[in-house]
């Protein structure tokens, strides 16, 4: 089992999106796949119509005492979800030391899915640096960012070692600024940039407003075709870092 872990270098890079757009793809071509959501906004959930009432999650779990992985709800034969959780106003406040006590029984539990599964897709927020000890332990790493100017200051910031990929999202190919970037991240970053891209997509959009993934939304779009790509490649990258 390889865990991947997308990470977005800020905000709005539609991470969220990319780990369930992926995760459908994987599934397509045979994979077992649990998503898992490290974001306390909550959101992975909604590409997989579970309604947003719906409270249960692993932090949710965790809080009540509860065995965080008895939250994963089978969404199709092969394909399972971990939601956050609903947490309440001074819930979220307690998040760090939350974390800082989730992780023996993060390391735990996710070994004991092995047999279950064969990747896990883990969605992380956003500047939560309280999650990173959670994310190294993860065999892939993958940095979600756009290629504009704020992603492009940003990304000299973050420490080389807790990434292995860069991955450029809501990317227009028809904007000369992004063609730029891209130009110079490939030559600054080299194989750490992956090749493939998810393309700037009105469906993306629209299949979340569907409660739908992409491929399931609209199977021909060009956001579509990109993950699909991009689960190929989770799949040849397996165990591919220690």
């Given at each position: 089992?390889?865990?991947?872990?997308?990470?977005?270098?800020?905000?709005?890079?539609?991470?969220?999106?990319?780990?369930?757009?992926?995760?459908?793809?994987?599934?397509?071509?045979?994979?077992?796949?649990?998503?898992?959501?490290?974001?306390?906004?909550?959101?992975?959930?909604?590409?997989?119509?579970?309604?947003?009432?719906?409270?249960?999650g692993w932090g949710r779990s965790w809080l009540d005492g509860h065995t965080w992985h008895e939250a994963i709800c089978d969404i199709q034969?092969?394909?399972?979800?971990?939601?956050?959780?609903?947490?309440?106003?001074?819930?979220?406040?307690?998040?760090?030391?939350?974390?800082?006590?989730?992780?023996?029984?993060?390391?735990?539990?996710?070994?004991?899915?092995?047999?279950?599964?064969?990747?896990?897709?883990?969605?992380?927020?956003?500047?939560?640096?309280?999650?990173?000890?959670?994310?190294?332990?993860?065999?892939?790493?993958?940095?979600?960012?756009?290629?504009?100017?704020?992603?492009?200051?940003?990304?000299?910031s973050l420490p080389r070692h807790t990434y292995h990929h860069c991955l450029i999202t809501?990317?227009?190919?028809?904007?000369?600024?992004?063609?730029?970037?891209?130009?110079?991240?490939?030559?600054?970053?080299?194989?750490?940039?992956?090749?493939?891209?998810?393309?700037?997509?009105?469906?993306?959009?629209?299949?979340?407003?569907?409660?739908?993934?992409?491929?399931?939304?609209?199977?021909?779009?060009?956001?579509?075709?990109?993950?699909?790509?991009?689960?190929?490649?989770?799949?040849?990258?397996?165990?591919?870092?220690?």
């Amino acid at each position: 089992m390889t865990c991947l872990a997308f990470c977005g270098l800020r905000g709005g890079t539609g991470t969220t999106s990319t780990v369930a757009a992926t995760g459908a793809a994987l599934l397509s071509i045979g994979a077992k796949v649990l998503l898992i959501d490290l974001s306390p906004e909550n959101l992975l959930r909604l590409h997989f119509g579970v309604p947003y009432v719906d409270r249960h999650g692993w932090g949710r779990s965790w809080l009540d005492g509860h065995t965080w992985h008895e939250a994963i709800c089978d969404i199709q034969p092969g394909l399972g979800l971990l939601p956050f959780g609903g947490l309440t106003g001074a819930e979220h406040k307690n998040l760090p030391d939350t974390f800082q006590a989730f992780l023996p029984a993060w390391r735990d539990h996710l070994s004991t899915l092995a047999d279950c599964y064969d990747m896990v897709l883990i969605d992380t927020p956003a500047g939560e640096r309280n999650v990173w000890p959670l994310i190294l332990e993860c065999g892939l790493r993958v940095i979600t960012m756009e290629a504009d100017p704020a992603c492009f200051i940003l990304l000299t910031s973050l420490p080389r070692h807790t990434y292995h990929h860069c991955l450029i999202t809501r990317y227009d190919p028809h904007s000369r600024l992004q063609r730029d970037i891209r130009l110079s991240w490939q030559g600054q970053l080299g194989d750490v940039l992956l090749e493939q891209v998810i393309h700037r997509d009105e469906s993306m959009a629209e299949a979340l407003g569907q409660k739908q993934t992409v491929g399931s939304y609209c199977p021909d779009s060009l956001a579509a075709r990109d993950a699909s790509n991009l689960a190929s490649w989770c799949l040849t990258h397996a165990g591919a870092h220690p």
